[in-house]
C-alpha cells in the first residue's frame, strides 16, 4: 500500500469513528432521564434498577442506552 493510500484510509478511519461515536452519544442523550415506562418503550434505551455499590452508596433507577460493541470494518484495498 502508498503512503498516500494509507493516509486516506487513515483518515477514513478516524471519520468512521467518530460517527459511530456521535451516533452512540445521541442514543444515550434520547435516554437520559426517562421514566421506567418510557425507557422500557425506547428499544435504544435500557432501565436498570436501583442498587447499592460496594462503598455504600445507593444508586438510584435510571435509563440508559444499550450497550455493544460497534465494529467497524476498513478494506485494505
Not at 1 to 28: E, F, P, Y
Amino acid at each position: 500500500m502508498t503512503r498516500s493510500k494509507a493516509l486516506i484510509n487513515g483518515a477514513v478511519g478516524a471519520t468512521v469513528i467518530a460517527l459511530v461515536a456521535m451516533q452512540g452519544n445521541a442514543a444515550a442523550a434520547d435516554c437520559k432521564g426517562l421514566e421506567k415506562a418510557k425507557c422500557e418503550g425506547n428499544s435504544s434505551c435500557t432501565w436498570v434498577d436501583p442498587y447499592k455499590r460496594k462503598d455504600g452508596v445507593e444508586v438510584s433507577g435510571h435509563c440508559r442506552a444499550k450497550g455493544g460493541k460497534k465494529s467497524v470494518y476498513l478494506s485494505d484495498d
